[in-house]
């Protein structure tokens, strides 16, 4: 599937170090260092194109935007892949609520949620894969786990035994009735007859009547979501057979904790023997008054609702990242408005002649990003330098902070 517009990154002077990233691992539950390495691969979870692009959304896609601009700028390649999850029951589910074609739904919520990043100046991923184009890596992916015996039929369907995998839940923290309880409200189905484990997870859903179907060596059907991504990830991530894990950081809301990040996890290691991610890292949940946002509650703001409003997509991006990442929080309009003064404010400053010293800001930017993608850290080094520029100190370098800030922070000026 096509990606979205590629966007420059200005470099920066090379006396600025660049030190390791620290993130926060959530199967570890621990802060650690990424190893400095050549070329990261990193997945990131994308959405069920029914409902694009809500804030939530935005705060997960520059989380871990800013984790790739971070790790481009110590110098290493980042291979970058994402899903887009274009067929699975809810897109089918709000179709024929709305009665649409599922297909018209998806490809405008695609090319909404592109415009959307575009916007927001995401880098795009190096490839951008729609689950139906995935479906012959989908077999490939199911043929490989039936070599290692971990395939059943319920009827016309296909699962995967969950058990097969040691490390089943060590990733996601959760006990069995806590696994039971999610696994039911996000998308399984631990009740149906005839499967061994209620945990175990969908591989190949054969057709329902009224409902597309693909053919295939397991009959005609559709992938299920836990497959679609770890087919995905380890088709597209040029996996490297010396290495012992196969990719560097699986990423998405934490709201895919469970069950979609431990199945993949799981389903991965069957498939090539190697632990899935060195590192599996989640953004926070947004919510608005009082409430998780999500499609349930009918509680979304849109940015593409806030970009029709005249709001400048640059202003989108600060609000989020006065917040940390992984921080859950409620969305406050009044944040816009914080955000806009802010913006405004920078870019007045930076339009001077004379600035304040820039490089202990852009050094604090570096640092307050190497510890965690820490951004209201770094907003704040950055209100601090306004102030000093209008109170007149000098001697900075304004196009050399305004390209940092663009490299690094994504916000242009
Ligand atoms: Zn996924």
Same mark, same amino acid.
């Given at each position: ?11 920066l002077?090379?006396?600025f170090k660049i030190p ?46 800013l984790?790739?601009r971070y790790?481009?700028a ?11 999850? @274009?067929?699975?029951?809810? /897109? =089918?589910?709000? %179709?024929? !609520? ?5 297909? *018209? ?91 061994? @484990?209620?945990?175990?997870? /969908? =591989?190949?859903? %054969?057709? !329902? ?5 693909? *053919? ?105 990242m ?24 920078l ?11 820039t490089d202990g800001v852009i050094e604090e930017i570096i640092a307050a990003l190497s510890d965690?993608i820490d951004t209201p850290r770094a907003l704040k080094a950055l209100q601090g330098w306004i ?13 050399e902070l305004s390209r940092a800030i663009d490299a690094l922070l994504g916000i242009?000026?």
């Amino acid at each position: 599937m096509k990606s979205w517009a590629s966007i420059a990154i200005p470099p920066l002077a090379s006396r600025f170090k660049i030190p390791n990233l620290n993130i926060f691992d959530s199967a570890q539950q621990a802060r650690s260092p990424i190893a400095k390495k050549d070329r990261y691969r990193i997945y990131v979870c994308g959405i069920t194109p029914y409902d694009a692009t809500h804030l939530g959304h935005a705060n997960t896609y520059i989380a871990f935007d800013l984790m790739n601009r971070y790790l481009r700028a110590t110098g290493s390649e980042v291979l970058f892949v994402q899903n887009i999850t @274009d067929i699975d029951e809810p /897109l =089918l589910e709000r %179709a024929n !609520r709305d009665g649409v074609d599922w297909r *018209e739904l998806a490809a405008s919520q695609i090319e909404l949620f592109r415009s959307d990043m575009v916007a927001l100046r995401i880098l795009p991923p190096a490839h951008y894969i729609g689950a139906v184009e995935a479906i012959p890596l989908v077999i490939d992916a199911i043929t490989l786990l039936e070599k290692s015996k971990t395939v059943y039929k319920v009827d016309d369907d296909y699962y995967f035994r969950v058990r097969s995998d040691s490390e089943l839940g060590k990733r996601s923290h959760m006990t069995q009735s806590q696994m039971m309880e999610i696994f039911s409200q996000r998308g399984g189905d631990p009740q149906r007859v005839g499967k061994e @484990d209620p945990l175990d997870a /969908l =591989l190949w859903l %054969a057709k !329902r009547p009224d409902e597309p179907g693909w *053919e295939s060596k397991y009959g005609v059907g559709r992938p299920g979501w836990h497959i679609e991504c770890c087919a995905i990830a380890l088709g597209y991530l040029e996996i490297d057979p010396s290495q012992d894990t196969s990719i560097d950081i699986q990423g998405g809301g934490s709201d895919l904790i469970f069950p979609h990040h431990e199945m993949s996890a799981s389903q991965a290691r069957a498939m090539n023997g190697k632990r899935f991610a060195a590192n599996y890292v989640h953004a926070g949940m947004i919510g608005l008054d009082g409430e998780k946002m999500s499609k349930s509650k009918g509680n979304l703001k849109f940015v593409s609702q806030k970009l029709k409003d005249g709001v400048d997509p640059m202003e989108i991006r600060i609000a989020l990242m006065s917040h940390h990442y992984r921080q859950d929080h409620m969305w406050e309009s009044t944040e816009l408005n914080s955000a806009q003064k802010f913006l405004d404010d920078l870019r007045i400053a930076l339009s001077r002649m004379e600035v304040a010293p820039t490089d202990g800001v852009i050094e604090e930017i570096i640092a307050a990003l190497s510890d965690d993608i820490d951004t209201p850290r770094a907003l704040k080094a950055l209100q601090g330098w306004i102030t000093k520029t209008i109170d007149g100190a000098t001697g900075g370098k304004p196009g050399e902070l305004s390209r940092a800030i663009d490299a690094l922070l994504g916000i242009a000026i």
